[in-house]
């Protein structure tokens, strides 16, 4: 049996499989917000940070794998867990002691992950992917490596707020002296991993391309980007590596706590992109996937690594081997509940009725679709920019705002020169017919869901279930199934709306930014 954690923004889950007999065994998740509100992270960050910022405590990461692994262990025998992979939100970054390996190392079962590991860290707090609070560092790296291009050129990225290596920089600048005392930055990732494996485990090509930090020619870190981000980084970083090799045996604390037997293997963890490209089927290029979870992703695998202009895409390893393409859009399932919220009615009723309901408004009414700081394209929004032609009832608000986040999508993606096939929809959104159909008429292409939802997790067991000698394709063509009736037609008469929303959509938002 093979198990995949995903320690995403707003949950920590976990997915076991069994090859021989084609199934999932076991699922189990934690909610952050719900199941350890203690942390005060409603949606898995901590609110109100000053000028951009958004962190996490790593503890509360922690907390959640005691508490999965318990559920977990109460449903199944995890002693046939052969090996263990994962995926974690991609960018966050932990700043571990001197004391985390021999910690690690000697996990004591009677006691917690939490307790014993709170005294191991230098930074209390994890910067995380929302972060947008390091922009004059991102001009310093892009300034000492002679330009944005070059910077591109190298890690597959621009200088982008969220990624590592500017937050590193910020941490070197605002606390060097913690900076010093860092041992190693961790990915949230590597972090996880490391403490299932009870040693420092690396950062893998997957995950490490989101910091800025990694040559993708070469596919180890850079010299002149790490020199460029912080002082001596090059001694708090290990080697990077492919999350197919394994890199040794599970910590004794989950032997005797769980009952994971000593032969059982880990993985380096990648990102929850990543994962999801495997979790999806579409490790080979052809498809495209739009996630759609706290944040909006749209991705695709691609044989050669190609940078986006505006540079507000992005390239990373394809846990297959090549690459992969993403853009990640900050205001996504958080714009919808902030809507929803606003409106006082369910997800039923925000996806079924009301777009059913505002079907002939298709494309007449536009929003600029953002709460709050967007990445993709980069600004600071307060609220959300209307421009409507009718009146705007509360089914025709719903019904702009998710045309404006998928047109936007469409309008920012244009540089991977890609006309869908066929769309693969996952992420906490994506089981609603209604949404669905946008995503259809808005890319004027078919939608499909694939039957596991938790597409991340199950391409981290899918990672560990390759990484013991088993064949991927073969794997996908079992776990990867769409779901019986989930296909959404596009409806081609709403094209030419479309069309034409997408050109007044740019001229509002350029109008804006
Ligand atoms: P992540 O992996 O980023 O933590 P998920 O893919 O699990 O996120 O998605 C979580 C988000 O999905 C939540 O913010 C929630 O708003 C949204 N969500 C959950 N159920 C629904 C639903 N039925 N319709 C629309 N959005 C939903
Ligand atoms: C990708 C990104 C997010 C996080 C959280 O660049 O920032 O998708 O991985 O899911």
């Known amino acids: 049996m093979f198990l995949g954690f995903d320690s995403s923004t707003q949950s920590l889950s976990a997915i076991l499989i069994d090859n021989d007999r084609g199934e999932i065994i076991a699922e189990a998740s934690v909610n952050f917000g719900a199941e350890l509100p203690q942390y005060k992270a409603p949606s898995g960050f901590i609110p109100g940070g000053a000028n951009g910022e958004v962190h996490a405590d790593p503890m509360m990461w922690l907390e959640a794998l005691d508490l999965v692994l318990e559920k977990l262990s109460g449903k199944v025998d995890l002693s046939k867990v052969a090996m263990i992979a994962g995926s974690g939100q991609q960018h966050g970054s932990v700043y571990v002691n001197e004391l985390f390996d021999s910690i690690i190392a000697d996990l004591d079962p009677t006691s917690s992950l939490k307790a014993q590991l709170s005294n191991s860290l230098t930074r209390t707090t994890s910067p995380i992917w929302m972060d947008t609070s390091t922009g004059s560092e991102c001009k310093e790296i892009a300034n000492a490596m002679g330009g944005d291009a070059e910077v591109c050129s190298r890690s597959g990225s621009v200088a982008i707020e969220r990624f590592t290596g500017p937050q590193i920089r910020k941490f070197s600048k605002q606390s060097p002296k913690s900076y010093v005392a860092t041992d190693q930055v961790h990915l949230v990732s590597s972090f996880i991993a490391s403490v299932i494996a009870g040693k420092s485990l690396p950062i893998d090509f997957g995950d490490g391309a989101g910091m800025n930090l990694l040559n993708l020619k070469h596919l180890a ?192 993606s244009q540089w991977m020169g890609i006309a869908p096939q066929r769309i693969l929809l996952t992420g906490g959104a994506s089981k609603n017919d209604g949404i669905a159909q946008i995503v259809a008429d808005v890319f004027q292409a078919p939608v499909e869901r694939l039957e596991v939802a938790n597409s991340a997790a199950l391409g981290a067991a899918l990672i560990a279930a390759t990484a013991a000698g088993n064949d991927l394709v073969k794997l996908q063509s079992v776990f990867c199934k769409p779901s019986p009736n989930s296909r959404i037609e596009p409806d081609t008469n709403s094209a030419s709306a479309y069309e034409s929303a997408l050109v007044q959509f740019k001229r509002l938002l350029d109008s804006r930014i």
């Open 221 to 412: 870190w850079d010299d002149d980007l790490m020199k460029a981000t912080a002082p001596e980084l090059s001694e708090k970083l290990l080697p990077a590596t492919s999350c197919l090799k394994p890199q040794g045996t599970i910590g004794s604390y989950f032997i005797e706590k769980y009952g994971f037997s000593k032969s059982c293997q880990v993985c380096p963890f990648t990102g929850d992109n990543p994962a999801s490209l495997v979790g999806m089927g579409a490790t080979t290029p052809g498809q495209v996937v739009i996630s759609l979870g706290t944040s909006d992703t749209f991705f695709a695998a691609m044989a050669e690594p190609k940078t986006d202009p505006q540079g507000f895409g992005h390239v990373f390893g394809n846990p297959a081997g090549g690459f992969m393409s993403l853009i990640c859009f900050r205001n996504g399932s958080l714009a919808r509940e902030a809507l929803r919220d606003e409106l006082g009615i369910d997800w039923g009723a925000f996806d079924h009725s009301a777009l059913s309901s505002s079907k002939t408004s298709a494309g007449k009414n536009l929003t600029l679709p953002f709460y709050g700081a967007e990445i993709t394209p980069r600004h600071d929004f307060e609220k959300p920019v209307t421009e409507f032609s009718e009146n705007p009832t509360d089914a025709l608000r719903i019904r702009s705002l998710l045309e404006g986040q998928f047109l936007n999508m469409r309008l920012h």
